[in-house]
């Protein structure tokens, strides 16, 4: 290990708290490194990246594929070293208060301090067990909508009884020519609200699962629904068919790193210190009395946390950077605005 390599601050998790936490390290001066599972930044947003978000403060409602480009973007400014498709499983203390990271790829890295950020781990999408699924994936089984216009006219079925198959029949239902939802019980895990108005124009169809895909092997035209009830299986014609049936969370090992959890969330202190020195935490993963899990709440917690980084290294330090209207730092890039 070179000193070079050493960073100041390594930030586990790419999502919203992560990436808030490098650009307000950087407004510390701290040299940083983001590392991130997946092989995009974004964290839990990337799952419902066309849906508005209304309630970052002073931001106009936005898509949230235009957040995540505006996190990334500002996370950039004081160019963190940022690694992907990299998922960190264990550290441990070397000499010198050196923390060793190491991943699954095998890889390690060193750092001083650490914040870990790593929300509700790194999601997978559950995807459908059945036959020729895999080969419909490419075509019209999606998992995930990125641009609601593409179902303009089509006959979509959606399958599934959370927020995001709701939400997306509602708004599927404006524009496309048909849609019906199935979903194995007759009850739904969403918004009440939103549940009654897509009763009204939605065909819903319950409690009823996707049977089998009646295609070419390019593309599903027919869908095989069976009745939970009377077992009584019937084909309706598709043109496109979307499957929301939630996500599987890889948690990492950190945890059994000795790291103090409550309800598989790490404990953090008002100062965003988890049990182990040198290591802090912030965003959804991290659990304290008045936790706020939302974008919002993880912005704040990364400020803590970083701010608690920097007086770990430097005790003298100030307690928080300089607001950003009278820092030097922003000086140049004031006058290029
Ligand atoms: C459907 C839905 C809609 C929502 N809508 C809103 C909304 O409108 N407004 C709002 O404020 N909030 C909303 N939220 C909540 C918001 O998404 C979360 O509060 C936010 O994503 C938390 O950010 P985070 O950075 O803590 O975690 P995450 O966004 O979960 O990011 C964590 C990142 O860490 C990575 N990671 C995990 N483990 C490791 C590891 N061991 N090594 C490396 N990387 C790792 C993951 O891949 C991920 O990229 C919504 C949530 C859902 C599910």
Known sequence: ???????????????????????????????????????????????????TIWDVGGLPPMRCAKLIEHLVDQAGTFEPKVVLKQTVDTFNHLHDGVIALHTDTGDSHYTRTVIVAIGRGVAEVQKLDIHSAQDYERSNLHYTIQNLD????KKVLISGGGNSAVDWALELAEQACSVTLVHRQDSFRAMEHNVSQMKKKVDVRTPCYIERFYGNGQRIHQVGITDS????????????????????SHVSNLARCGLDMQEGMLVMNQLAETSVPGIFTAGDCAT?????????????????????????????????????????????????L
């Open 1 to 51: 290990m070179h000193n070079q390599d050493v960073y100041d601050l390594t930030i586990i998790g790419g999502g919203p708290a992560g990436l808030y936490a490098a650009f307000y390290a950087g407004m510390r001066e701290m040299k940083v490194k983001l590392i991130e599972g997946k092989d995009e930044l974004g964290g839990f947003l990337l799952t419902y990246v066309d849906k």
């Open 150 to 153: 593409y179902f303009a006219g």
């Open 229 to 248: 009830a009377t077992g009584e299986t019937i084909r309706l014609d598709v043109d496109e068919v979307i499957v929301s049936h939630g996500y599987t």
């Open 288 to 336: 304290r009395e008045g936790k706020v899990r939302l974008i919002a709440g993880a912005f704040n917690d990364a400020i803590v946390a970083v701010n608690s980084a920097k007086r770990f290294l430097e005790p003298n330090a100030a307690g928080m950077a300089y607001v950003s209207s009278h820092n030097e730092l922003f000086r140049e890039k004031n006058r290029a």
